[in-house]
């Protein structure tokens, strides 16, 4: 396991990146896996080692999750590599890819593999890969996201290479399944695990690494997400503390809405509580409060600087987003928005997402007026994925009440043999991040 946290961020990501590409071009081992924390520059790892890799004469195969994804991936391929042959395999639906693909002229786009034979670099998702056949081996493969991805999909495309690297974040949301997996529970081939647990219980001598350090995250919230969600690869934001400030042209008003914006600009994180009350899951009054929230925060002509001495830049609604954990919570939202003439922020639930950032997000908190504690608003990932969005700060709307919702509904999940137990569990993750938002608490008032 590659440690380096002594280091100073540059030297101790620059000491993991070499190790993890010499394992994965001179090592012999056919799996190299690595844990990436959010925003430690996951895509930029996956984009160096398919060029070094094609650089050394080795034709690769690259997985990921999603359409979206892997145009992403060949877009930054041909940015940095402008002349590297890269084939995009695609599915025959009518509009299967990004059009500004079509303006790259290394670019290869084909629904057959058969087409894409001989090109360095091929990409495309899971689900496409796993209906390829009749193809020699791929000497090598990337598989991006690699913690999204079940472990029936790898079984699917495993035939089609020979050795892979597999990076991807352990503390983001659990692979998507529409069907009950009960009955494989504890099972060693439990086809709703995901590709690297699986892949690892069966193979527990692979070369694991990580990426120690957080390019995204700012120095007021790495320390918080690495406790909270990653205590076994901890990692440490690339900014110290003051590199990164949030400064506003307009003075607050006094609301709480501008009180919990200050906060939030000055510490990196703010919780705006509202009275505790059972409420419908698409709480009209905390929606409103979100939508006021981020109203305020625009009016007041935010300016963020990434890195000490760089210039200010206007925090534009597009570089906002709202997390909620429902869909319809995501719709209620927007819809206040545009009542209230915001219509740029991205709003959305935590699987969608999943991989991106922003200067600031709102995020409505997924236990906010329950009943209830239930699995899916305890998965850790969920709240993982609402609190390390962002550059530099998070603003978190909730009722009051919810640790002594937590306190009231411990896990009632059943205990099964051969089962790894993920830790920390949403019960602790929630409490530990709640404990934290506390200090940093604004009581909204009707």
Known sequence: MTTALGDDPGTAAARATDAILADTLDGTDRG?????????????????A?????????????????????????????????????GRLHSNDPDPYDKALDELPSVRKSAKAADLAGLDVVISTAAKWGHVRGVEPWPHAIVDEAYQMRSDALLAVAGLFERALFVGDPGQLDPFSIVGADQWAGLSYDPSASAVSTLLSHNPGLPQHRLPVSWRLPASAAPLVSAAFYPY????????????RLSFGVPSDGSAYDRVV???????????????????????????????TVRRLLDRGGAATA??????????ADRVAVGTAHRDQAAAV?????????????????????????????????????????????ETGRLCVLASRHRHACIVVCRAGVPALLDAHPSTEPV??????????????????LAHLAEHRVVWRP
């Open 262 to 292: 200050d906060e939030a600009a000055e510490s990196g994180w703010g919780l705006l509580e509202l009275p505790a009350r059972h409420t419908p899951r698409t709480d009209p009054e905390a929606v409103r409060v979100v939508a006021m």
């Open 50 to 86: 398919a060029r070094e890799l094609a650089a050394a004469g080795r034709p690769l195969m690259v997985i990921a999750q999603t359409n979206a994804q892997v145009d992403d991936l060949v877009l930054r391929i041909a940015e940095k590599d402008p002349e590297l042959p890269v």
């Open 416 to 433: 099964r043999l051969g089962v790894t137990v993920k830790f920390p569990d949403g019960w602790e993750a929630n409490h530990a991040v």
């Open 233 to 244: 690869t901890p990692f440490r934001s690339g900014t110290g503390p003051g590199d990164r």
């Open 334 to 378: 927007r819809t206040a928005l545009a009542a209230l003439g915001v219509h740029d922020v991205t709003v959305d639930t935590a699987n969608r997402l999943q991989g991106r950032e922003f200067d600031v997000t709102v995020v409505l908190h997924p236990l906010s007026g329950r009943p209830d504690a239930t699995a899916f608003h305890l």
């Open 32 to 48: 190299v896996v690595v844990d990436s924390p959010p925003g430690a520059g996951k895509s930029t790892l996956v984009v160096r």
């Open 307 to 316: 890195t000490a001495g760089a210039e200010p830049t206007p925090v534009t």
